[in-house]
């Protein structure tokens, strides 16, 4: 299967919620082992205590008034956790593990998942976002850019989802992701569009060959498989090839949004030299601007 050790961040709040939902139904269709984490971030315990903001608020703290606090969190934090074992038993998931983390939230995560070979976590999509948000970039965005697994940032809830939508540009890596969003489909009984964006009509050709490529890639992995993915052959007469006119980037946002689609990036496993070159522009790109859920997909 595509992942078999997946990790959720969360915290309580609705994007958090709708990141757990997707790692239930991916854990309950993957037959994966799930963990969650919940992160405590002592800088805003700091800020909320630093004398002048107490004195401007007019508020006397006491003298344990940060090991208070924080002790607090920690019983949110563990009510969280709670309930998400709680909700994993609903879905049948039994092999589940919870952990409390404090530090930096990015940071955090990023050291955390690193031994998970997919990472969940919500986001508000662009449109929800204030000005702040949108110009500092957020965690989720952080983790998919600095992590060196897998990354899937969920922002639309799971019941809004269409299709797997990947998108494919004949790369060794867009191969790898392929197959896996195959796999993942076939998992999930969602249909599978694979789609290249060429910049004009003239490159239509070379497009339509690139997706023959695609297609024979696929139907020689599905040779491969064992009898556990034997319906996974049936399914390939259901995979759509589609070729599209336009600036990569947009297009593909556009195209998932209207369709309701779970995007499918491919990425390099490692990590990337500087921010400006991970995944290469067009990713990049869909990372910072995406409105609806999308998956960074590193090969191991």
Known sequence: MPFENIFVAIDGSDSSRIAADYGFWFASSLKAKLTAQNVIDPRG?????????AEEAGIK????????????????ALLTLDLFKKQSVEHSITDVQTCIDIGPIANSILKRSSKYDLTVLGHHGRSQQNELEQATGSIARRVAIDSTRSVLIASQPIQELGH???AYDGSATADSALVMAERLAVALGKDLKVV???PTKQQFPKAKLLMQKA???????ATEYTSAFDNGKQFLDKVTFIVREGQPAETLIEFARVTNGLLVIGSNGSRPRSHKDFLGKTSAYVIRNMETSVLVYRPE
């Open 61 to 76: 703290l006491p003298i344990d008034a940060s090991e208070k606090l924080l002790r607090a969190q920690k019983r949110i």
């Open 45 to 53: 315990t700091d800020l909320l205590l630093a004398p002048e903001f």
């Open 164 to 166: 797997i939508l990947l």
């Open 196 to 198: 290249h964006v060429a």
């Open 215 to 221: 297609a024979t890639h696929l139907n020689k992995a």
